[in-house]
Structures are given as C-alpha cells and as structure tokens.
C-alpha cells in the first residue's frame, strides 16, 4: 500500500506537471485504498445497510443561509466608489456597509488593480450554492457575477457575465465549491466609469452533491475514447472499438502540416501521419470518431513569433492574418471531408503555453472556422476549445458571453481524476451551470482529455505506487461519475500511457496491463446501459443503478475505508462481478465487503 499522500504544496512539481496533476492533487483522498480481500464480510464487522434508492438515502440537513454584508475587495492602487443608504466611501482601501438598500458601486480606475463588490459568506465543499440578485447600471454595461474561493488559486465556482442596463434585471447562478474554506458573491463591472446598483442579493445553501443521473439515455459508445499516441511504433488496435480518438501530441499540428507560407505539401511528415491515423483508425473501424485538434500556429504566420511554447517558437499565438487560419481550416476540412469529422478548436487556450490571444479573437477564429467545416461538409461537428479544470470556467464565461456558443455543437473541458475520481463531479456541475447560464446548456459535455494522474513521491519523498485494486478500479469510478453529471464523451489520455495506473498497453504495445483489462471489462458491464439512479450512502459508498435490455445491476464501491454492507431485498441480488474477472455468488444474509474497486451486483 503507498503511504498517505501530503498536500500538494509539499511536493514541487515540474510546471508541465502542475497543469496534469492540478486534479489529482485536488481529489486525493486521505489515504489510499486496500485491495479486496474478500467479497464476504466478516461476521463480526459492522453492518451498513444500503437503500435500494437515491429517494431512501438519509438526506442531511442544510446550513441556514449565511448573513450577508456588503464591501468592497480592491487591491493594486484601484479607486471606486461604494453607496450603501446614506454611507459614501470614495477611496482606495476597503470599506464595509450594510446591505440594507441598494448597493452602488463605480469602479473610476484600475491603475493595475481592480475592485469588487463583495459578499463574503461560508461555505462547505461540494454542496450546492444558489446565488441571486437584482443588478442595473446607469447606461449599457458588462458585469461579472461571480462566486468564487477567497483563499489562493481565488478560482470561481459559478459565474456569468451580464449585460446590465438602466431596468433592473435578476442575475441567477449556483455552483459548488471545490475546496475547503471561505468564499464570497462578487459583483465586477467590466467597464470602469459606470454606476452599478445591486440589490436583493441571496445566497441558498442546497444540496451535498448529487449523483442521480442528468443523461437519460444510454451510455454511448463516445464515453469511451482514447488517445493513440504513438502510431507508428506499433500499429495495433484496441480489442473494443473506442468511440472517439483525439489527434493531439500526434505531431499533426498546423505548425507541422503547414510549415512554409502558401505552401501545402501534402506529401510532408505532418500529413503522412496524419493519413497514417485516419487510415488505421477507418481500416479498424469505420464507425469511430475522429477528432483533429485545431491549432498550434506556424512560425511564419504568427502573431508573436518569438513567444515561448512547448512546442515551439510562435505557435501558442494565434495568426496575424486571420485568412491563413482560414486557409488551413478550410485545407484540412476540404481533404478528410468525410473521414475527419469531429473538430475542436484549440488545446487549453486558457493555459498560456498553449494559447496568447484573447477571447475575442478566439471567438472570429471559431466563427472562421464554422463557416469553413459546415461548407465543407454540413455534417461536420465543432467542439470547443478544451479548457482546464483550473482558469477554465472563467474562460469559457467570457467565450460564451462574447458569442462563441453560436459557432460550437460540444463544449469541451479536460479533466483528470486522482484517487477519489467523485470529485470531478462539481467541476463539472460548476461548467454546466455556467453554459445553463448561458443557454447552452442543450449542447453535449465532452472530457476531450483527461486520465488517471498522480505525482510520482509523496510529500516525504517516497515513491507513490498504485496497488493492482486501484489499477483496476479508479478509471470505471469516473468514467460512471462523469456520466452522472452530464459528461457524454470523453477520450483518455492515452493508450500507450507512461505511468503504472495511467497506461493501458504494456510496453510490447500488445498485451494489455491491468488497467486497460478492467477498462475493456468495464466498458463491456456499462456501455449501452443507462444509469437509472446514483447516490452516496453512509460510510462513504457510492451506489449507481443501471438498466440494460430490461436486466437492473448496480456497480457499487466505498470512496473512504472499506465497509460491510448489507444489499437491499429489492435488489433480488444474486451474483458478484468484479474487474479481475472473478465472479461469485453472494450469500444469504446479503452482506459484502465493499473495497475502493467496484462490482457488479446483479
């Protein structure tokens, strides 16, 4: 068993590291959990009985709503002016005010600063938050509406950004924090110069976090993608067809098709690896989708060609002349029409190394990009750009904001799971609340790349190795959690892997390691099933109840120790599915010992 792991603070990553791990290191649990010894529990041990139902699970009770007082967070050498009733700060510190009243508040100058309007309350990790307010200005304004953590990475929860005028208008948002700690309801005009009144503001606490399914349908072959990475060494095939392979660190980028200006050489190194990968993957099945990154800008057409990335000089920035990003749009979409059909936008723009522009002008490279792969081909799909768990929901708030879900049919996020994988569900919630907020909230979900990600040491140096239990059990655990929450594609990063957990073929590039076995058997118990019903119980064990062909099954596991649970009658449980492949019959008195790796009950 690897030894508990420390915050991450106490173990220095590398910065290409920090990016990957920022989930794993947020979702660690205490300590990592034993294998299964046994499907039968001990006699002695303490029994939990399981509900047969999310509507029998005990429900905790909810936290008062918090008292809320007005003022104003600045910070740089900011100048604002705060009204509260009859109070007037005009400064450049914090003041404090009732909140009786309207509030208004006039940010007059940034001077490398900012000020917000603030209502500090507390809160508890992943329960529910729904804020509301009343807001007008005096002429036509942008304002951001926020909640957010008030400690360092000051990272948002829920947001939207308004267009607020002279009538009053109800600002809705909830969300669901991610950590520990304080927090507060922000209100930040965009614009300095323009009055801001705020009124009404209420903050509901709501539920802890929910794991009842928010897709009805079946889970689709898309949920189960990957990323082939290393064609060419090997060129093998997965035993189950994927649903989605993502072309990324393929060395198929715009900088590597298009290296000179006005030049397409469709005989170069770029675009025989890219015909290598649509022609294995069409050969192998015709069915899967492929999804071609867009991006990483040639020397000669960008718009900082000295700028620092990790894949070269100039290409994190977007082009100069926006015809040459229409010209290789359009290339690409003319010459696999029919074979590539799945476009996201750019990798991780919120990230710097990747990305240098602005979101307006990511917005016209979408349009750009819309107009050329529907004329191409109508049934072309657009995904956005992938944004990261961290900077990417305010990201995706001013993309939307400023149009760019016109010119999208899939949102796109990345995600990576540590040894607790239940805790990407309020990242996810938190995205979904921002694109409800934006009515976009009809578009699919994709996690175009994430995967099993942890550090190398613990905080005492000590090397973290992952037992055979977790091998097998922490990638089904998320891939069930992310369909819970709405997540209806999702492409592992990647099949060949280089860590013991993450990679998914041996070395040979041939047999498979435990973790691509039980991601196979894994695939087979859920895919095509639909999640009828998802609920944690005492002690910590998550419970999800499937549907397939008129057969109910349930996949359970404990997320904290492992505990003896008693199955409900309801259930009619009979036999024990596990991912080594084992199976067994259950006992009369219904009871099983209940580990970090899921079964199958059925």
């Known amino acids: 068993m690897s030894r508990p792991l420390r915050p991450a603070s106490s173990t220095p990553l590398p910065a290409r590291c920090r990016r990957v791990f920022a989930m794993a290191i947020a979702s660690v649990t205490a300590s990592v959990l034993p294998v299964l010894a046994s499907t039968h529990a001990p006699a002695d041990d303490p029994v939990v009985s399981l509900p047969a139902s999310s509507s029998a699970a005990a ?16 910070w740089g050498n900011a100048r604002y002016e705060h009204e509260a009733g009859r109070a007037k700060a005009a ?113 509901e606490p709501g539920a802890e976090q929910d794991f009842r399914p928010v897709l009805d349908q079946p889970i689709a072959p898309e949920l189960f993608g990957l990323h082939l990475m290393r064609l060419g060494m090997h060129m093998n095939w997965p035993e189950f067809d994927p649903g989605v392979v993502r072309l990324w660190d393929t060395r198929t980028m715009w900088k590597d098709l298009q290296p000179e200006p006005h030049r397409w050489d469709f005989s170069n190194t770029g675009f025989r690896r890219l015909d290598l990968y649509v022609d294995h993957i069409r050969k192998h099945s015709p069915a899967t989708k492929i ?51 799945y476009w996201e936008l750019w990798n991780e723009p919120d990230f710097r190394l990747f990305y240098l522009g602005s979101v307006d002008t990511m917005v016209e490279m979408a349009r750009i990009a819309h107009e050329e792969l529907k004329a191409a081909d109508p049934r072309n799909t657009i995904v956005s750009p ?57 578009k699919p979900l994709w996690n175009t790349e994430g995967a099993l990600a942890f550090p190398k040491k613990d905080g005492d140096g000590v090397p973290v190795r992952l037992t055979e239990a977790q091998q097998r059990g922490l990638t089904p655990r998320a891939l069930l959690t992310m369909w819970s929450r709405g997540v209806s594609g999702f492409a592992y990063y990647f099949w060949e892997g280089r860590l013991p957990g993450e990679k998914m073929l041996s070395n040979d590039f041939r047999s498979y390691t435990e973790a691509g076995r039980s991601y196979m058997r894994a695939a087979g118990w859920i895919k095509d099933a639909r999640i009828v019903d998802g609920y944690r119980a005492e002690k910590g064990v998550q419970v999800f109840r499937l549907e397939r062909d008129g057969r109910h099954f349930q996949l359970i596991w404990s997320v904290e120790e492992p505990v003896s649970v008693r199955l409900p009658e309801a259930w009619h449980a009979r036999r024990i599915a596990r991912l080594d492949g084992s199976t067994e019959e259950i006992s009369t008195d219904q009871r099983v010992l209940v580990t970090g790796e899921p079964v199958l009950i059925d």
């Open 59 to 74: 429900a905790t009770s909810r936290p008062a709503p918090p008292r809320l007082g007005a003022r104003v967070n600045v």
């Open 91 to 203: 400064a450049a510190g914090s003041a404090s005010a009732s909140s009786g009243g309207a509030q208004r508040f006039r940010v007059t100058d940034r001077a490398k600063g900012d000020a917000h309007l603030v209502y500090a309350f507390p809160y508890e990790r992943g329960r529910l938050y729904r804020a509301s307010l009343k807001l007008r200005a005096d002429k036509p304004t942008r304002v951001e509406v926020m909640m957010r953590r008030d400690v360092p990475p000051y990272d948002a929860f829920a947001l939207t950004t308004v267009q607020a005028g002279p009538k009053w208008q109800r600002v809705d948002l909830e969300g669901r924090p991610i950590a520990r700690g304080g927090g507060s309801l922000r209100i930040a005009p965009v614009e300095t110069g323009v009055n801001v009144w705020v009124d009404e503001v209420k903050i």
């Open 291 to 341: 999804l071609y990154v867009l991006g990483q800008t040639p020397q000669w057409a960008s718009s900082a060609p000295e700028s620092h990335s990790p894949y070269g000089a100039g290409h994190a920035a977007p082009p100069k002349n926006l015809e040459d990003w229409r010209e290789y749009v359009r290339t690409l979409a003319r010459r696999y029409a029919g074979r590539i059909t």
């Open 386 to 442: 992938g944004l990261t768990a961290g900077q990417g929901l305010r990201w995706l708030d001013r993309f939307l904001a400023a149009g760019g879900g016109r010119y999208v049919d899939i949102v796109a996020f990345h995600w990576y799971y540590g040894f607790g994988p239940e805790a990407i569900a309020p990242f996810i919630d938190n995205v979904r609340g921002v694109m409800r907020a934006h009515h976009v909230d009809d």
